[in-house]
């Protein structure tokens, strides 16, 4: 279950539900869809993602040389560095520092805490999903895995029955 919290677009005045999220402490690094804003994160615990190539800021959001390695998300757009949640309602790119004030002062025992005040930093949300209440815009993982050829078997090349 995933805990969201209220805020509110500065380009349509609606409100939208989020989920703060910590990549040091998820050990993964993060990045948005330049289409629709859906967050996608890259946990280093799967194989995949730890055998990329190791990036400078290892718990924030991607290098762009990680782009083409990525599927794209399922609206079409694509995980990208530099892209930013947007607004479930209008779609609009939310700006992370009219964000600062929802997100700090709901921030829970966390006095004199500050936002990062951008979308590229430890910290990255997930935006509630319009069409499932209660979920997020969110993938996991969504590595390009490498194609795998079939390997005979070592029976079928010691026992052949036809000809």
Known sequence: MVMLKKGDCEH???????????SGFGDNSYAYCDDCGMLALLNYSNEYVAS?????????????????LLEPCPCGGRFRKG?????????EKLSA??????????????????WQNSW???????MNDP????????????????????AKKRWSLLFSFGR
């Open 12 to 22: 349509c005045g609606c409100f939208y539900r989020y989920s703060l999220w910590h």
């Open 97 to 114: 520092a009219h964000a600062a004030g929802h997100i700090e002062s709901q921030a829970l025992g966390a006095r004199g805490w500050t």
């Open 52 to 68: 990329l190539p190791s990036p400078v800021d290892k718990f924030g959001e991607i290098e762009s040389s990680w782009e083409q």
């Open 83 to 91: 892209a930013s949640p947007r607004c479930p309602s209008c779609r």
């Open 120 to 126: 590229s930093g430890i910290y990255c949300v997930a």
């Open 131 to 150: 069409v499932n209440p209660g979920s997020v815009l969110q993938v996991i993982d969504p590595i390009l895995k490498p194609e795998r050829t079939k």
